[in-house]
Each structure stands twice: as C-alpha cells, then as structure tokens.
C-alpha cells in the first residue's frame, strides 16, 4: 500500500505539558496570548489525562521547517485560528477569516511550499475550516486565494 497523503499539524503557539517536559522556545504566559489574540476572558489549556496546566509558546517556523523535512507532508493542518485572533472563533468559512489569519497561512504557505488544507478556528470539532473542495477525478483543489490547483 502506497501513502500519497500526509497531514502535518501545526500550532499557532505551541505547546508542551507544565513543568520538565522539554524545551518551548519563546515560551509566553496564557495571559500573554489572550491579549495578543483579543480574547475576552483568560484562556488556557490543560492535559487531559492528568488535568495539568500546558505551557505556550511564540510561533517557531524553524521548529514547523524542521518537522516538515522530516516527515514530509502533502497538507497542513493549523490549529488556533482562533489564538491568532479571537475574531476567528468558531468560523467554518476561509472567505470569514481575519486578514491576520490568512496572512498567517499565506506565511506558512509561502515558506514551507505546502498548502494549508484545515484551518482550526476553535476548540469545538466543528470550528474547523476544510480548504479541501474536491477529490473527484483524483485531484485535490483547494480554495486558497485563486482557487490553487495543489495536485
């Protein structure tokens, strides 16, 4: 069986668990990140398992660039949208996103040559924007600017 499609995550403002869990370059409080994203109320994120609080850090192309050469995706998927700009919050539609968002992708795009095919814009299963619109003909297109054949 052949793989032809790998989806990459990527975060907005990474993460790690609290305490000795390994190195967070840039790393910034919660506090710090709800004023940067104009959220309206504290925001943070704990580990599920063991309910403990999660670090945050400053976005690091050179971390994404890194992870990118080693398991070569076809796609991205960027989570936090929203953290980039509350404004974001629980949008499904590319065309409702701030231009900080799109400009955000459009970086990401720009600097790791690979499309952004899922835009997170919340913490909801559905907050999610699919940049995906068509697998007929084996073909996947997405609606970037242009409506960008990525092949």
Not at 45 to 63: I, K, P, S, W
Not at 89 to 98: D, E, K, R, V
Not at 132 to 145: D, E, F, M, P, Q
């Amino acid at each position: 069986m052949k793989v032809d499609s790998i989806i990459m995550t990527v975060r907005s403002f990474p993460i790690r668990v609290e305490g000795n869990s390994g190195p967070l370059k840039d790393e910034i409080s919660w506090e710090e990140l709800r004023q940067r994203s104009g959220y309206p109320y504290p925001i943070s994120e704990y580990t599920t398992v063991t309910g403990r609080l999660r670090r945050v850090a400053a976005f690091d192309l050179e971390a994404v660039r890194r992870a990118a050469m080693v398991n070569r995706p076809t796609e991205l998927a960027l989570h936090g949208a929203d953290y980039l700009d509350f404004a974001n919050s629980g949008l499904t539609s590319y065309s409702a996103l701030t231009k900080k968002a799109k400009d955000f992708i459009e970086f990401l795009e720009g600097n790791l040559t690979i499309p952004v095919a899922l835009v997170g814009t919340g913490p909801q299963q559905e907050a999610m924007v699919d940049r995906r619109i068509s697998y007929s003909s084996g073909r996947k297109v997405l609606t970037t600017a242009g409506n960008k054949d990525v092949g």
